[in-house]
């Protein structure tokens, strides 16, 4: 069974510009959670998608937006680059079930933005 | 308040011998799932092993245990006879039933097994 892609790995940006990254969740899988890991914040939530619909979002301004489409693939866009924005984001792929789900992440892609 | 505690930033273990790698975690929600994820150089999260607030055992996977001290809040990982391939860094992470499927991490604690 395939696992979690993420593409592109690795990007460089300038700031003021816009990114969009991409997320294949394994199959059968109907849930995408996105995290941002940086040195100095850790690991945090952005947002958590379900058969299309975002059921949670984290606190992240309003430049991080994200959707999930009807093959559960989801992309996250971040608008207006910072140099804070500068990490490694993380794609969690998962049933959905009710209850709590294990997670399984693909490798990640790294954004710098110079 | 941190939802997720690991005091241990950097832990060293010789190779064969058990670890204990520290988790206190803080919620008033009476249902939630405690997790611990290791994460190699390469940046990939790997699931390890989980625990939900109404089991009665530990969970054990494999080398891996969880001891899981409710009223003391706290969700240790134990991996026994360590090798070099366990060097890496480990997260703990807790679910809430009123957040859903949300992780809240710890800051992780960086393993090193010594040959």
């Known amino acids: 069974k395939a696992g979690v892609t993420q593409t592109p790995r690795y990007l460089i940006k300038t700031r003021g510009q816009q990114v969009t990254l991409s997320c294949s969740p394994i199959?059968?899988?109907?849930?995408v959670s996105w995290y941002q890991q940086t040195p100095g914040q850790g690991l945090q939530f952005l947002f958590e998608?379900?058969?299309?619909?975002?059921?949670n979002k984290g606190n992240f301004p309003g430049r991080f937006s994200g959707r999930q489409f009807s093959n559960s693939r989801s992309e996250m866009n971040v608008s207006t680059l910072e140099l804070g924005d500068s990490a490694l984001y993380l794609c969690?792929?998962?049933?959905?079930?009710?209850?709590?789900?294990?997670?399984?992440f693909g490798p990640g892609t790294r954004l710098t933005v110079l | 308040a941190q939802k997720i505690t690991q005091t241990q930033p950097g832990m060293f273990v010789q190779e064969k011998e058990a670890v204990t790698l520290d988790c206190t975690y803080d919620?008033?929600?009476?249902?939630?799932?405690l997790f611990w994820y290791k994460q190699p150089s390469s940046g990939e999260m790997i699931f390890l092993i989980y625990?939900?607030?109404?089991?009665?055992q530990n969970a054990t996977e494999g080398r891996y245990s969880l001891n899981f001290q409710k009223a003391r809040k706290s969700a240790n990982l134990v991996i026994s006879a360590s090798q070099l391939g366990d060097s890496a860094m480990y997260f703990c992470?807790?679910?809430?039933?009123?957040?859903?499927?949300?992780?809240?991490f710890g800051t992780g604690t960086s393993l090193t097994v010594i040959p």
């Open positions: 969690a792929s998962y049933l959905g079930l009710a209850g709590f789900n294990e997670q399984f």
């Open positions: 199959s059968g899988h109907r849930s």
């Open positions: 998608y379900f058969s299309e619909t975002q059921r």
């Open positions: 919620t008033s929600d009476p249902s939630y799932g």
């Open positions: 625990q939900g607030s109404y089991d009665q």
């Open positions: 992470a807790m679910s809430e039933t009123n957040t859903g499927n949300q992780f809240y």
